[in-house]
């Protein structure tokens, strides 16, 4: 099936998997700029050669780590998510296949599958 223009507004698996991803950017970004902040400063103490850098320059290889961790940030984040869901996904299935499975036990005349009914053994002691 083929998506018209503007169903993936509607679609909420998707949109919650891009908020996923945004959360996983700001924090890649966040935490791999401020890596790369200690690391500018480590190298205007120390080093001529970073010193004598344009600021142009300064700033981009700052942005760079920036970039770099919200993408690794936002990849790790998405992939995590597809797990999980998959996982949810899986338990759902199990879930009702299990429930066919007691229907249909039950509906040949065998009670008390989940625990419930006369069943031999699960009688309460008078």
């Known amino acids: 099936m083929v998506r018209r223009h503007g169903d993936l507004r509607n679609d909420a ?8 991803a945004v959360r996983g950017a700001v924090w890649g970004s966040t935490k791999w700029g401020a890596f790369a902040a200690v690391a500018a400063g480590t190298a ?5 050669l970073y010193r004598g850098l344009t600021i ?11 970039i770099l961790g919200g993408m690794l940030g936002a990849d790790q984040r998405i992939i995590a ?8 996904k899986r338990i ?22 989940g625990g419930e009914g ?8 008078a």
């Open 81 to 88: 998510y597809e797990h999980r869901i998959r996982h949810q």
């Open 56 to 66: 142009q320059f300064k700033v981009y290889l700052q942005m760079s780590g920036m």
């Open 44 to 48: 205007y103490a120390f080093s001529p």
């Open 92 to 113: 759902a299935r199990d879930m009702e296949v299990w429930r066919r499975y007691e229907e249909e036990y039950e509906s040949r005349g065998t009670p008390g599958v």
């Open 118 to 125: 006369n069943v031999k053994g699960n009688q309460p002691d």
């Open 13 to 20: 698996e998707t949109n919650e998997a891009a908020w996923e």
